[in-house]
């Protein structure tokens, strides 16, 4: 399988940025870790596995990046507005200088805390993201900032800023042109009811996003992950 590290100087960052990449063409996906995770977790976790046919045989590469989680949905060292410039700066590096790398449109795909980063990144720029794979997610801010909101945070919380756009947003035909799945387990450890919000949100807006719920043995952790991603990944890229 062919892979490249990066670490290189981000700009928007003001620091250095480590990433790598699997695969050699097709599709640029786009792997935010779980919570407080590192660019390595896609491999050290075995979700190379589950996307190795798709990597060999050209229809996928993956592109795995280092959150900033621990200064910011993690951190209650900060001010709630200290941690989301620190976020938006991130959102940034992604939007500014990791599509351009990858050539232009991404998929977006993440688990529990990645798939929140991953719903953030797909509804807020649907002209970069055109797919996406958010599993186990929470959709509000409130899991990071307590309750917090300003003209930043606001966006950080899918719940709240789909919710309150206009019907006839340009954005929501956008959507629809691309493929999007959240999908959420009812066992343990899982809050499927933030995606029953969003399925109940993306109904009134008209937004063709797949929702799917597991049943109740479906636990919070990586072999269902697996099976939810080996399930998913044949329609989103069909």
Known sequence: MNTEYFKEYSPEMGRDMELKTWGYGGVPVLFIPC???????????????????????GRVKVYSVDTVDQETWSDRSRSPRERAEIYERWINFITREIVPMAGGEMMVMGCSLGATHAAILYYR??????????????????YGFD????????????VD????????????????????????????????DYARRMAEIC???????????WGG??????????????????WLLD
């Open 35 to 57: 919570q407080d995770g590192r660019f390595f977790d896609f491999e050290n976790f075995k979700m190379t596995d589950v996307f190795a046919p798709w990597i060999e045989s």
């Open 125 to 142: 720029f649907p002209e970069l993201f055109t797919r996406m794979l958010a599993i186990s997610g929470i959709y509000s801010s409130d």
């Open 161 to 192: 800023f789909l919710a309150g756009m206009p019907n006839d947003h340009p954005y929501i035909e956008k959507y629809n042109r691309g493929r999007s799945v959240i999908c959420s387990g009812q066992g343990a450890w899982e809050q499927p």
């Open 217 to 234: 043995d479906v636990n919070h952790d990586w072999p269902w992950w697996y099976k939810m991603t080996d399930y998913f990944l044949p």
């Open 203 to 213: 109904r009134e807006k008209g937004i063709n996003t797949r929702v799917d719920l």
């Open 147 to 158: 309750g917090y909101k300003d003209d930043l945070v606001y966006f950080y919380s899918p």
